[in-house]
């Protein structure tokens, strides 16, 4: 019995001269050919093209696209998932930047610019006195490894709340620099004002040491660690998007999980 | 065989078959040489003959695009992929890291983490675009039928194929369009794909997209199976090319142009 093409999966039989089938081969094969050519030319396109800080500027533009997406989707119910403290898994104290010199809580102080009002400082204290919150979650760095880590520290939103001159609206972004303005960061309000961001003065239930960025630094949980500043000198809120350390270097600007 | 069922065919301007009109319909007739007929065409005052070859169309226009647009592109989300893992190469077979320090060195892709970001956040959406349209596609146009294996027998029949093509065993597996060990990892690489975006995702954005990383097994096991599948694509790659360069030009062109010759043996 004869099987149909039908039943063998398969479209039908059709003749051809052989003289067509060359001029269409050489055609589609030509037509290959400068398709390739368009890609290479595309590809060399999206990577020599003028750089925006370190980064060619289609693909920052790409960038800065799923920056919108992800800044507009953002919502403080999106959370990192929490563990207990005894789940704590060690912490590289990755970076250094800003931290070369070593500082004495007592000396400290942070200094903060609301913009529009006058500037002023205040002391470790001064956070200390907002409501602690303690979270256990998982601290991810853009190189990929993350470890569990447990926080001890003020809700940045809450900062915002008792510190930003009240009667006006918060500005759209903060920045956030260590107190030579060696490593600075950039952040969203949106993710600034997450719960899971935290002005953190305490690790594992002690306080912050020196390579972990004491006497205080960010903890947020929705970004790369990059973001997470050690050693918080300065802190301003602005409506125009605030250069970040690592953006510089090539990075997204928002590095949100 | 019977020829006269069979039309000799021209292309049109954009190489789709078109019938030659019914008044034209030569005699079509069995040649002595293989694989070709001979189409007579008698008019007034002369008769003319010319070798037909027998084709059948094999790939989709679409489907040709589809397929050699995610090559280039699925090399980059590899290449990227590679100088992002650079920055924390954890994996290991045994004792052995999957992609050694001095591989990196070797093939100066070390210190480029920033670049492979980039790279892979910006050419991931053509690699999701293009795949869902393949998808869209083939499920619209009837031409999954072809693809995903659907008999009882598939994973035996697939076997069969293996032992065959590793010159374990003689007799050659059912070929129709697609054997059964091609539907089989035609289908699955398709599967792969929708898991690298899953597990990309649930990397990308472990907070806004908490339930996926769950859902992927956590944080670090869904970046294992991202890498696992990378791997998958690697074995695919390699596999996929020793068989297309077995299977000849014939094949290969039909990626091309469409077109294959039938010859009696895959009839």
């Excluded at chain 2, 795949?131 to 035996?156: C, D, H, K, N, Q």
Aim: charged letters at 20%; hydrophobic letters at 40%; glycine letters at 8%.
């Amino acid at each position: 019995m004869k099987t149909t093409d039908k039943e063998k999966n398969r479209h039908p039989e059709i003749l051809l001269q052989e003289a067509t089938v060359r001029r269409k081969t050489r055609r589609d094969f030509l037509i290959a050919g400068v398709a390739a050519a368009a890609a290479i030319g595309g590809y060399e396109w999206a990577t020599s093209a003028s750089q925006e800080d370190e980064v060619p500027w289609p693909q920052r533009r790409v960038l800065e696209f799923n920056e919108k997406i992800a800044k507009g989707y953002l919502s403080n119910s999106h959370l990192m998932p929490t563990y207990r403290p005894d789940q704590v898994t060690f912490l590289k104290p990755n970076g250094d930047i800003g931290l070369k010199t070593p500082v004495n809580a007592a000396d400290w102080s942070l200094r903060v610019i609301p913009g529009g009002t006058p500037p002023f400082t205040l002391q470790l204290s001064d956070i200390q006195a907002l409501p602690k919150c303690d979270l256990t979650t998982r601290f991810c760095c853009i190189e990929g490894w993350s470890s569990i880590v447990w926080w001890g520290g003020a809700r940045f939103s809450d900062f915002a709340r008792k510190f930003f001159p009240p009667g006006r609206a918060l500005p759209h972004y903060v920045y956030l620099a260590t107190p030579g303005e060696d490593y600075y960061v950039g952040l969203d309000m949106k993710s600034a004002l997450h719960p899971q961001t935290l002005l953190a003065y305490e690790r594992n239930g002690k306080p912050l040491d020196q390579t972990h960025g004491a006497p205080l630094r960010l903890a947020i949980s929705i970004k790369y660690g990059i973001k997470s500043i050690k050693r918080i000198g300065m802190i301003r809120f602005t409506n125009t998007k605030p250069v970040d350390y690592w953006a510089e270097e090539g990075y997204d600007w928002f590095a949100g999980l | 065989m019977n020829a006269g069922h069979l039309r000799p065919t021209r292309m049109d301007s954009k190489g789709r078959p078109t019938p030659i009109l019914n008044r034209e319909y030569p005699v079509i007739q069995e040649s002595s040489q293989k694989n070709l007929l001979v189409s007579t065409r008698t008019h007034l005052d002369r008769r003319e003959t010319v070798l037909m070859h027998r084709f059948r169309l094999k790939h989709l226009l679409a489907i040709r695009w589809f397929h050699w647009i995610n090559f280039p592109l699925l090399f980059i989300m590899i290449w990227s992929g590679v100088l992002i893992y650079w920055a924390y190469p954890v994996y290991h077979i045994g004792p052995f890291p999957v992609i050694p320090k001095w591989v990196y060195s070797a093939l100066g892709m070390d210190y480029r983490l920033a670049e492979g970001m980039a790279l892979h956040f910006f050419f991931m959406w053509f690699f999701v675009l293009n795949g869902l349209l393949y998808v869209a596609y083939t499920w619209i146009s009837g031409e999954w039928r072809f693809l995903v294996p659907r008999s009882r027998s598939a994973f035996r029949d697939a076997w069969d194929v293996v032992l065959h093509d590793l010159h374990i065993k003689r007799e050659p597996p059912a070929q129709y369009k697609y054997n059964a060990a091609q539907q089989i990892s035609y289908s699955a690489i398709i599967l792969m794909g929708a898991g690298s975006v899953l597990t990309g995702l649930a990397i990308y954005k472990p907070a806004q997209l908490a339930w996926l990383t769950f859902c992927c097994g956590g944080y670090q096991s869904a970046r294992c199976i991202h890498f696992i599948l990378t791997l998958g694509y690697l074995l695919f790659f390699v596999v996929h090319v020793v068989q297309v360069a077995a299977a000849g030009w014939n094949n290969f062109r039909s990626m091309i142009t469409g077109y294959e010759a039938v010859h009696e043996n895959n009839g």
